[in-house]
Nanobody, 119 residues
Framework: QVQLVESGGGLVQPGGSLRLSCTAS????????FEWYREVSGNQRQWVAS???????NYEDFMRGRTSISRDNAKNSVYLQIDSLKPEDTAVYYC?????????????WGQGTQVIVSS
């Protein structure tokens, strides 16, 4: 069973930065695509950014320009750097992993890490 563990959340002032980490307990990490989502209290989970196995990235428009997703296959980790944080970025951030292998679409979620942007 794949386990995803997020970390790096916390309380940060507006305009600050955070680097979220997601570490996956898998033996073939490089074959997975990873995404970050966020869930603002009482709302649906929103897609934030993704990175596929070859390193290509994509971002939701509201995060583009101040967010960077990256991966380190040697460390089984994916990162989300968020700069110029705004109060509306306050949310629980989730890591998501998926791959298509042998006709099976594998999907896994982490437990989330809370980000609070407040002065």
């Amino acid at each position: 069973q794949v386990q995803l563990v997020e970390s790096g959340g916390g309380l940060v002032q507006p305009g600050g930065s955070l680097r979220l980490s997601c570490t996956a307990s898998v033996s073939d990490f490089s074959t997975y695509a990873f995404e970050w989502y966020r869930e603002v209290s009482g709302n649906q989970r929103q897609w934030v950014a993704s990175i596929v196995s070859d390193g290509r990235t994509n971002y939701e428009d509201f995060m583009r320009g101040r967010t960077s997703i990256s991966r380190d296959n040697a460390k089984n980790s994916v990162y989300l750097q968020i700069d110029s944080l705004k109060p509306e970025d306050t949310a629980v951030y989730y890591c998501f992993a998926e791959r298509l292998r042998n006709g099976e679409h594998e999907k896994y979620w982490g437990q989330g890490t809370q980000v609070i942007v407040s002065s």
